[in-house]
């Protein structure tokens, strides 16, 4: 999705309990190395690490019991994804027949210095289009005029972007100087069924700050998700640091229909979560408790080893996951 039409900001959370920085995306898939390669070579990311996972910590953390478990760490810029391989126990597929306006609909979108040279180099590989073409943003919408913006898919289904800013359009840092052709994470985006409510959870649980929004129609819009009368209320939120990718809701006004998540587990294919880094992981479980908020882990699981001490995994109101981690 393109960038928002106007920015503002509202209030993030309460003064301790609250978001940091979105450090991760991370997606369930059936075939390591086959993402990983196609990563590598479709998309420019570089694996940053290795390894298997078979801890009774990540059983809990996960609440799939006696996992095993690949992980590959790819860096692509500053931004970071995580592609996990479940060898034990497996899950099931991602549907074939997921629409952008399905409520499990999650992408992230990458940042690409030349759409035209992105769009060629990703045809040499093999992947499912959504849009029909890339689409440029045209100059009726003044602040997002002449974005241009990609949806496809990976080998498992799992939605992605390209997204290419113009000078003087999204975050300055996507207009340095570099040779490569793909630079970073711009953001990921979640389908949601009611704006509003999903606020309630991101901004004043989580602690996310709203940063803009739009209303996003026509052939443009249309041609981009592959959906005839595509009408979408977009919102663009960020986490009280500067750094790393924001977070975006996509709300179908039309086309009406979208499915509701079966809130796949970890280990299914259809799974993408994000890792939210907060200040105060103990206050914020208690604010989710208190709210009634869905718990994929037994509360708060202590860590030996990892990049984080502190962990919980939470599903939004629409049922997309969240792992929240301390340091």
């Given at each position: 999705m393109y960038l928002l039409l106007f920015a503002f900001v509202w209030g993030a959370g309460a003064a301790h309990g609250r978001a940091l920085e979105i450090h991760a995306v991370v997606l369930t898939v059936s075939d390591l190395d086959r993402s990983v390669a196609f990563y590598e070579h479709a998309l420019g990311f570089r694996k940053v690490d290795e390894g298997l996972i078979a801890d009774g910590s990540f059983d809990q953390i996960t609440g799939v019991s006696g996992l095993r478990m690949r992980r590959a760490t790819m860096g692509l810029g500053d931004e970071t994804i995580e592609l996990e391989?479940?060898?034990?126990?497996?899950?099931?597929?991602?549907?074939?027949?997921?629409?952008?306006?399905?409520?499990?609909?999650?992408?992230?979108?990458?940042?690409?210095?030349?759409?035209?040279?992105?769009?060629?180099?990703?045809?040499?590989?093999?992947?499912?289009a959504i849009s029909t073409a890339p689409q440029t943003i045209p100059a009726s919408n003044v602040a997002a005029a002449g974005i241009r913006?990609?949806?496809?898919?990976?080998?498992?289904?799992?939605?992605l972007e390209l997204l290419y800013f113009p000078p003087g359009k999204g975050n300055p840092k996507w207009q340095e100087r570099s040779d490569r052709l793909f630079l970073g994470i711009d953001h990921s985006a979640i389908t949601v069924a009611d704006s509003e409510r999903s606020i309630r959870f991101w901004r004043d649980l989580i602690g996310l700050s709203v940063t803009g929004g739009s209303l996003n129609s026509g052939p443009t819009q249309e041609h981009l998700d592959g959906a005839i009368g595509a009408v979408v209320r977009v919102t663009g939120l960020?986490?009280?640091q500067a750094r790393g990718p924001g977070l975006e809701f996509l709300q179908y006004v039309m086309p009406v229909g979208g499915r509701s998540s079966p809130r796949y587990r970890p280990n299914d294919i259809a799974h993408v979560h994000l890792v939210v880094e907060v200040d105060d992981l103990e206050v914020l479980i208690e604010r989710l408790t208190c709210s009634n908020v869905n718990f994929i882990s037994t509360r708060v699981v202590h860590i030996n080893g990892a990049s984080f001490a502190l962990a919980a995994m939470v599903n939004d109101p629409d049922g997309h996951a969240v792992l929240l981690t301390q340091r």
């Amino acid at each position: 999705m393109y960038l928002l039409l106007f920015a503002f900001v509202w209030g993030a959370g309460a003064a301790h309990g609250r978001a940091l920085e979105i450090h991760a995306v991370v997606l369930t898939v059936s075939d390591l190395d086959r993402s990983v390669a196609f990563y590598e070579h479709a998309l420019g990311f570089r694996k940053v690490d290795e390894g298997l996972i078979a801890d009774g910590s990540f059983d809990q953390i996960t609440g799939v019991s006696g996992l095993r478990m690949r992980r590959a760490t790819m860096g692509l810029g500053d931004e970071t994804i995580e592609l996990e391989q479940y060898l034990a126990p497996s899950g099931s597929p991602l549907p074939v027949d997921s629409r952008s306006n399905d409520l499990w609909f999650q992408h992230f979108a990458i940042v690409v210095r030349d759409m035209d040279a992105a769009y060629s180099h990703l045809a040499e590989f093999p992947y499912q289009a959504i849009s029909t073409a890339p689409q440029t943003i045209p100059a009726s919408n003044v602040a997002a005029a002449g974005i241009r913006a990609y949806k496809f898919k990976d080998p498992d289904g799992h939605p992605l972007e390209l997204l290419y800013f113009p000078p003087g359009k999204g975050n300055p840092k996507w207009q340095e100087r570099s040779d490569r052709l793909f630079l970073g994470i711009d953001h990921s985006a979640i389908t949601v069924a009611d704006s509003e409510r999903s606020i309630r959870f991101w901004r004043d649980l989580i602690g996310l700050s709203v940063t803009g929004g739009s209303l996003n129609s026509g052939p443009t819009q249309e041609h981009l998700d592959g959906a005839i009368g595509a009408v979408v209320r977009v919102t663009g939120l960020r986490p009280e640091q500067a750094r790393g990718p924001g977070l975006e809701f996509l709300q179908y006004v039309m086309p009406v229909g979208g499915r509701s998540s079966p809130r796949y587990r970890p280990n299914d294919i259809a799974h993408v979560h994000l890792v939210v880094e907060v200040d105060d992981l103990e206050v914020l479980i208690e604010r989710l408790t208190c709210s009634n908020v869905n718990f994929i882990s037994t509360r708060v699981v202590h860590i030996n080893g990892a990049s984080f001490a502190l962990a919980a995994m939470v599903n939004d109101p629409d049922g997309h996951a969240v792992l929240l981690t301390q340091r």
